[in-house]
Nanobody
């Protein structure tokens, strides 16, 4: 019933930009903190950014000043604007919400920034 669908990944050159989006269904979207995580090959999944129901944001130190998380409650969508991309940003990016007693994850979208 709860579904998160990411889009917007792709291959970008260093210094470039990409905008990811995640559309949610099956929850009252506006009430929940939304999160972006990423997982690089051979690495642990890490929290990249989060945004609360009232718009408060948090970022991993590695992306502060470069990434911006936002939400559009009318469209049940959370976005991640990624600027000044680096090869270290290469990962699969996942949208996540904790709702109804469980964590729900999107399918992931791949972001590749070559050296």
């Amino acid at each position: 019933q709860v579904r998160l669908v990411e889009s917007g990944g792709g291959l970008v050159q260093p210094g470039g930009s990409l905008r990811l989006s995640c559309t949610a269904s099956g929850i009252n979207f506006k009430l929940y903190t939304m999160n972006w995580h990423r997982q690089a090959t051979g690495k642990q999944r890490e929290l990249v950014a989060s945004i609360t129901s009232d718009g408060s944001t948090n970022y991993a130190d590695s992306v502060k000043g470069r990434f911006t998380i936002s939400r559009n409650n009318a469209w049940n969508r959370v976005s991640l604007q990624m600027n000044s991309l680096k090869p270290e940003d290469t990962a699969t990016y996942y949208c996540k919400v904790h709702a109804r007693g469980s964590a729900f994850w999107g399918q992931g979208t791949q972001v590749t920034v070559p050296p």
